[in-house]
Structure formats: C-alpha cells, structure tokens
C-alpha cells in the first residue's frame, strides 16, 4: 500500500519528502503528484523521456511465468537472504526493489519480513499496477533507475535488484550505511536451451566484470553463490518465458510460435543465475 512507503520517498524535482493529501503525494515547495486508481504514483522526474519499460504483453507475460512458480527457489532464496541480511545488520527501513516489474520477488521478501515495508521502483505503467497489488505492504512509483531516484538518502535496509538495471551511486545513496544490495545476475546456462533455436539474446560474458564496474565503486562484495534449477516447460511456458524478456521487444511472435510447437513437450530448460550480496564500502 502507497501509504507504507510514503515516508521513505522524495519528491523528484527537489528531493524534500512527501506527504499525502487524498489522491495526490505533496511536498512543502508545492510540488505534487497524482496517485493513479490503479494505487501507484509516478515520480518521473520533469523533463526528458524515461526509458521505455515493459509493454502490456510483456508484464502479463512475466506475470503468467511467475506465477506457475518456475522461478520460485530463486524468490525464496532471495528472501532467505534478505531476512538474513537484515537479521545481521538490524538496518532499519524499507525493503526498495529496483526494476520491479510485477513486485513478485518483492513480495516474496516481504512474506519472509514480516515487520517492513516494500517499495517497488519501476518505468513500465503496465508493471506497476500490478506491483501495487501485488503485497499489502507494497507500494509502488514511476521511477527512472539511472536518473535520481525519488527516494530519501538511506531509507532502504535492503535494496533489490533482480536482472535490473544497476546505477551504483543511487542505490548506495538510498541504502541505510548498514544496509544490503542484493543482485541477481543471468549465469552463462540461463535458459540456454531456448536460446539458440529461438534466437535469443544471449547473457554477455562479461556480465560479472560488469556488475563489479557498475557497484565495486560503491560497494564490497560480501557473498556470491550460483543458484541453479531444472525446469519443466509446456509450451506455453516457453512462450511466456520468452514473451517476458527483452528479446520480446524485437522478435516476431509468429515465428517464435511457430518453431515453439516444434519443441518436445515438456521442454528441459536451466535457470542459472548468481545472487550477489554487497555492503556499502567502508568511509562511502
């Protein structure tokens, strides 16, 4: 709910905090915001174009993905290692997801924290409705992960960061100085046995020096470990899970279709990902 998370947001254009009057989010220098019925707020800042977040097609195909579980051992690892961190640390805020789509692994670390709120960032107008209904304690907002983003210094005990865009000197502004990032990176395997029949774009082999050249100024890397499952697809599913990436948005959907039905059913693919959690750097 929008009301949970108010008090850690920021107003875009000068960065006071915000407050609530009926249908609308306001700041003491008058700026202000409408809440869409759909219970989510955009914070874009003024002026320039955000990048495009994902179409309809693409968040209701993510959405059906999700929630036949394919991914579920990586969502309740990442809340085992959220409510660990957060154990370890004692870092008070919010629970903030960067490029949160749907709010699914947001909401999942919301089960494991009984006792935070989760605010869910997003560019997509598709993907934040249904983040804000998503959790009880969700609350959702507009936001452009490589601009400022509308939230107040040090609000998060915990940021998220699951195939997401990675701005590291915002995401260390917004995490508590004891807080923890937590990112989730494709391995080389991820969902390999689609790829190549369908063309696919395929994860960069440079993905790790990346990630290290994106947050190592900012952070030190406490844990890393690879998280790996056998799935099972209909075709259905593999039409999902290529529906909800970023191939989606140049593919043909007649000719993924199509050589779909080629497949064997049920289809043998591997999830094969790194979650890597990180710390603010000592003196940053």
Not at 86 to 100: I, K, M, Q, R, Y
Not at 236 to 262: L, N, Q
Request: net charge positive; proline share 8%.
């Amino acid at each position: 709910m929008l009301d949970d998370v108010v008090g850690f947001l920021a107003c875009p254009q000068c960065g006071a905090g915000l407050a609530r009057a009926g249908a609308v989010l306001r700041c003491p220098a008058g700026h202000a915001f409408d809440i869409a019925r759909q219970g989510y707020v955009s914070l874009l800042p003024p002026g320039g174009r955000a990048p495009a977040g994902d179409s309809a097609p693409m968040v209701a195909a993510r959405a059906d993905f999700l929630a036949a579980g394919h991914y579920g051992s990586l969502a309740r690892e990442l809340a085992a290692a959220a409510r660990a961190a957060v154990t370890g640390t004692g870092a008070p805020g919010c629970v903030l997801e960067v490029g949160a789509g749907t709010g699914y692994y947001l909401a999942a670390v919301l089960d494991a924290l009984p006792d935070r709120a989760g605010l869910a960032l997003d560019t997509s107008k598709f993907a934040l409705r249904r983040a804000a209904r998503a959790h009880p304690r969700i609350g959702a907002a507009a936001a452009d992960a490589w601009r400022r983003l509308p939230v107040a210094d040090g609000a998060a005990a915990v940021v998220l960061d699951v195939f997401a865009p990675r701005n590291g000197a915002e995401l260390r502004r917004v995490l508590h100085p004891a807080g923890r990032l937590l990112v989730v990176t494709p391995g080389r395997g991820h969902l390999a046995e689609l790829a190549g029949p369908l063309g696919l774009l395929s994860v960069d082999p440079r993905k790790e020096e990346r990630l290290a050249g994106t947050v190592g100024p900012y952070f030190q890397l406490l844990e890393q470990r690879p998280h790996a499952a056998a799935l099972q697809l209909d075709h259905r599913d593999v039409a999902a899970a290529v529906g909800m990436g970023p191939s989606a948005r140049h593919a043909d959907p007649a000719v993924h279709a199509a050589r779909i039905r080629e497949f064997p059913a049920p289809v043998p693919v591997t999830l094969s990902v790194t979650l890597s959690v990180f710390g603010p750097r000592p003196g940053e």
